[in-house]
């Protein structure tokens, strides 16, 4: 059974910091690249980061980059990927979800439509 469930969301100042956990089973997602995405009501998902299957190359957009960083950890047979979030903003603020595709590069990395697997999604909001 595929399973990816997000933990570490929560209510954070502006400037503060959270990192976002995902931890992902049933396939054999250490071969998969993954991402996350954010949606807030009225919008659809929103690219913020992805991540090859080795980890060796990280894409962003221009809104978070410098700010978020992505990162991986394929070494158990659950796979790990972590959203580091620093100097916040309230715009930041939206429902974050882990995504994995099911190649390990290429492709579109910012288009939700790559991604056949998801989480249930995990509340983040930053107060002003």
């Known amino acids: 059974q595929v399973q990816l469930v997000e933990s570490g969301g929560g209510l954070v100042q502006a400037g503060g910091s959270l990192r976002l956990s995902c931890a992902a089973s049933?396939?054999?997602?250490?071969?998969?690249?993954m991402g996350w995405f954010r949606q807030t009501p009225g919008k659809g998902r929103e690219f913020v980061a992805a991540?090859?299957?080795?980890?060796?190359?990280?894409?962003?957009p221009d809104s978070v980059k410098g700010r978020f960083t992505i990162s991986r950890d394929n070494a158990k047979n659950t796979v790990f990927l972590y959203l580091q979030m620093n100097s916040l903003k309230p715009e930041d603020t939206a429902v974050y979800y882990c995504?994995?595709?099911?190649?390990?590069?290429?492709?579109?990395?910012?288009?939700?439509?790559?991604?056949?697997?998801w989480g249930q999604g995990i509340q983040v909001t930053v107060s002003s």
């Open positions: 049933g396939r054999t997602f250490s071969n998969y690249a």
């Open positions: 995504a994995a595709r099911s190649v390990a590069y290429g492709g579109n990395y910012s288009h939700e439509k790559e991604y056949p697997y």
């Open positions: 991540i090859s299957w080795n980890g060796a190359n990280t894409y962003y």
